[in-house]
Nanobody
Framework: QLQLVESGGGVVHPGGSLRLSCAVS????????IGWFRQPPGKEYEGISC????????YTKESMEGRFAISSGNAKNTVYLQMNNLKLEDTATYYC????????????????????WGKGTLVTVSS
């Protein structure tokens, strides 16, 4: 079992930045893909950026490139999402999730295939 706990959400003005954290604990069962997803109010989940535990390869959804970036801490038990130049439409609940034996591309394209999810952290972009 894995436990994922997101933190770092909050209220930010348009153009602002936030860094979200995802603390991972439990048996990680390498290899796996870990990624960030979001669900805007009333909309579907969408993948943002995902990373491989085995080689550190990263996939970021094209529409997110340049503003969102995934990274991991030295101990690999924390994954971050740096979000810059935030826009009103970035308001959403942000989740981290893991797919055992998954690839970054596969994970980000298929949120419902993830095996473990955190409870999410709310990001509100408001003027």
């Amino acid at each position: 079992q894995l436990q994922l706990v997101e933190s770092g959400g909050g209220v930010v003005h348009p153009g602002g930045s936030l860094r979200l954290s995802c603390a991972v604990s439990g048996d990680t069962l390498d290899p796996y893909a870990i990624g960030w997803f979001r669900q805007p109010p009333g909309k579907e989940y969408e993948g943002i950026s995902c990373m491989s535990s085995s080689d550190g390869s990263i996939y970021t959804k094209e529409s997110m490139e340049g503003r969102f970036a995934i990274s991991s801490g030295n101990a690999k038990n924390t994954v971050y999402l740096q979000m810059n130049n935030l826009k009103l439409e970035d308001t959403a609940t942000y989740y981290c999730a893991v797919r055992i034996k998954g690839t970054p591309v596969g994970a980000c394209h298929s949120p419902f295939g993830m095996d473990f999810w955190g409870k999410g952290t709310l990001v509100t972009v408001s003027s």
